[in-house]
């Protein structure tokens, strides 16, 4: 089980080359084991910027939370 924070926001590019969001919900179990839960947006943008102003805007997101892969 590992102990690290996940980061709520992963912004991730899809093989056509466009930028997607998904944002991770973490909640912990009666024993302390984090599940997550990832709900992937359906917007897609040309630029990993315009993915963090998006998720500033519609979900207040602030630096330093934010993941890509």
């Known amino acids: 089980m590992s102990r690290e924070a996940i980061r709520p926001y992963l912004i991730t590019k ?5 930028f997607r969001l998904t944002v991770r919900e973490t909640r912990y179990n009666s024993q302390g084991y ?6 992937l947006q359906e917007e897609i943008f040309k630029t990993a910027t315009a993915v963090r102003n998006f998720a500033r805007d519609a979900f207040k997101a602030e630096p330093g939370q934010y993941a890509t892969k």
Do not use: K, Y
């Open 14 to 18: 899809d093989e056509d080359g466009n």
């Open 34 to 39: 984090p599940l997550v839960t990832s709900h």
